[in-house]
């Protein structure tokens, strides 16, 4: 996937949330290219434009990831959810998305694919 779909522009911070050795590194490397800097991860305090959510299915309680990626999500930012493509380890169906994004305040707008092997799924906070 062209990393620009993913809507990031120049100058925005993305955090990156959920890291571990199976993630696509050349999506992260095309998204640190367009923002024009490094993603931050969970320990920054920074607010933060987007957030970046590799998840799997056995990585625990998805909606307390979501509630956590809000914390420093700045109001009109998006939370994309990079998830296993189908029957790759660690794939999480799309229902199970659909499901927890309401109970933690935000709405599915955009599935697509991200890469050979992750899938995207953004979330939008609602609007006040």
Partial sequence: MDAARLGFS???VIQELGWDEDVDNELRSAIEEIVGHALVDGESDEVVDGVILWWRDDDGDLVDALFDALSDLA???SIWVLTPKVGR???VTGADIAEAA??????TTTTS???AEWAATKLSTHKR
């Fill in 10 to 12: 120049p100058d925005t």
């Fill in 75 to 77: 109001e009109g930012g």
């Fill in 89 to 91: 380890p660690g794939y």
């Fill in 102 to 107: 309401p109970v933690a305040g935000l709405s």
């Fill in 113 to 115: 694919s991200a890469s």
